[in-house]
């Protein structure tokens, strides 16, 4: 057998003191006995607390996710909210989770540790979609919330994400904040583990409902629902969060015909059905299209474990479905709001959407043409909910929605919502029928009007140390050396979100980028092809975004001009050593 690391080893043994419990025991024991190279993976390291929480593999150890691990996250949360909230006479926190397993244990152990430090807990009885969490952090005005979820990640693992007062998740300086106080829990004897029970409310389906009023006045034309609410609609929550408030929030807003999958109905963490529980890969949705054809359907909706993203598919000019992808999606949602917001005569110039740095171009281009602002933000939702809070009581928010599938309609809560997303959308396709066509069709309206674009995402992954390693001085390779042309188009300007500067190539004038610093780098070409390359923050990749645009004089002429789109970033891609 391999011989144990004396470090592991010692790191192990601390585990079986009776600070834990014996189950906890007898697995780490087991480990050492018989399982070396597990034992050296669940020890090695801690498990990081980052800037949206925990996330990992579940299991015994400092590398997993377990009672302790949320514990000490816990721990040092309740101690930061203690520090920066001293004159608030009962500070609370609400408490979710989804679908995935042990989700429900580590929502009874956060509850627990929360209500010992005197924190009084909303938790909800049953599992919950993100935006629920949100808008309970803003209804009862805690001061924090916390969701139990991985997101789409793999059935093994499970994660813990933290919001704060305004219903957003942690931004600076409050992310950095609250790590440093986790770090500061060196030893489980310094966690509070009795439950005040007293301190412990519990969110029934009763609150699901004023949720569901809240976002059916964000409705744009309930008169048009009425008129196609035999428009029929596939849904699946893909064994996740959304099971019962999706199908529920379509019938209040007047959809009649909504068919499920039954199959995946099934609340489980093991994602029986699927390889994989992300609305992003075309597999996710098999099930719910052959549901979609069986019933006649034209539109299909797919949500992920903890209901923040939705994957969507229509049909296609030939009575196919079709997926759209994640700049579409959010391209036809936000134009449907905003020629219904200019139709309703609610555009007073004060208006304003929000979108990630490396989400579509077409967006802006659409919002200009409503004279209605629109701001970039640095990848992750949670700076679409700081633009928000920024302008609160100044400015409306409309929208906003980020390529990887997460959108939000008005301001009622603050991270990407699934559940008014699937409304909105389904309303849209409520509006093109009405004007005899689809969400297909208005797709490729939104072309002719405003230009063809289209986007491709590549990941490389580059594992463990020398990955990292390798990953780094790509992007060092690109910001000390960044070519002249690609693929023979100048490179005109570049934006470094790391040195927060941009520069115009052409003149040489470079000014200072308005944006917390982060390890982004933009390439921008001549013909107003814009390249973004970022490692993950998540994953062990680095990620290139590739978005380019045209336009095209007729719908017969945009197939041509997407396959003429695409053989262009391929080139790119080739030219700068990617393929």
Known sequence: ???????????????????????????VQALIDSDPAALADSFYKDLEFGTGGLRGIMGVGTNRMNKYTVGMATQGLANYL????????????????????????????TADILSANGIKVFLFDELRPVPLLSFAVRHFGCQ???????????????GYKVYWDDGGQLVPPHDLNVIAEVQKIKDIDQIKFERNHELVEVLDENFDQMYIETIRKLSMSPDLIARHKDMKIVFTPIHGSAV??????????????????????VVSGDFPTVVSPNPEEASALEMALARARDVGAELVMATDPDADRVGVAVRDHHGEFVLLNGNQAASVMIYYLLEQWKQKNKLTGNEFLAKTIVTTELIRNIADHYGVECFDVLTG??????????????????AGGEESYGYLVGDHVRDKDAVIACCILAEAAAWA?????????????????????????????????????????????????????????????????????????LTGHETNLEFP????????????????????????????YFGAH??????????????????????IKKDMGLM
């Open 1 to 27: 057998m391999k011989k144990i690391d004396s470090v592991i080893f010692d790191r192990a043994q601390k585990w079986l003191t009776d600070s834990y419990d014996e189950e906890t025991r007898s697995q």
């Open 82 to 109: 203690l520090q920066c909230f001293p004159s608030e006479e009962q500070l609370s926190v609400a408490v979710a989770y989804d679908c995935r397993n042990n989700s429900r244990f580590f929502t009874e152990v």
């Open 144 to 158: 924090s919330g916390i969701v139990i979820t991985a997101s789409h990640n793999p059935k093994e693992y499970n």
């Open 244 to 265: 019962r408030i999706v199908p529920a929030a379509l019938k209040a807003f007047g959809f009649e015909q909504i068919y499920n999958v039954p199959e995946q109905d």
């Open 381 to 398: 939702f949670k700076y679409i909910a700081e633009i928000i809070r920024y302008y609160e009581g100044e400015k409306s928010f409309i």
């Open 433 to 505: 029928r009405e004007k005899g066509s689809t969400l297909y069709g208005i797709l490729d309206d939104i072309y002719l009007k405003f230009g063809l674009y289209y986007e491709s995402l590549m990941s490389l992954t580059k594992k463990g140390k020398s990955g990292l390693e390798e990953i780094q001085s790509m992007m060092q390779g690109f910001r000390s050396d960044t070519p002249d042309r690609i693929a023979g188009q100048r490179v005109v300007k570049v934006l470094d979100y790391h040195s927060r500067t941009a520069l115009d190539t």
């Open 517 to 544: 610093r982060s390890n982004v780098l933009q390439l921008f070409l001549e013909d107003g092809t814009k390249i973004t390359m970022r490692p993950s923050g998540t994953e062990p990749k680095i990620k290139f």
């Open 550 to 571: 045209v336009r095209v004089p007729s719908k017969a002429a945009i197939p041509v001009a997407r396959r003429d789109l695409v053989s262009a970033i391929e080139r």
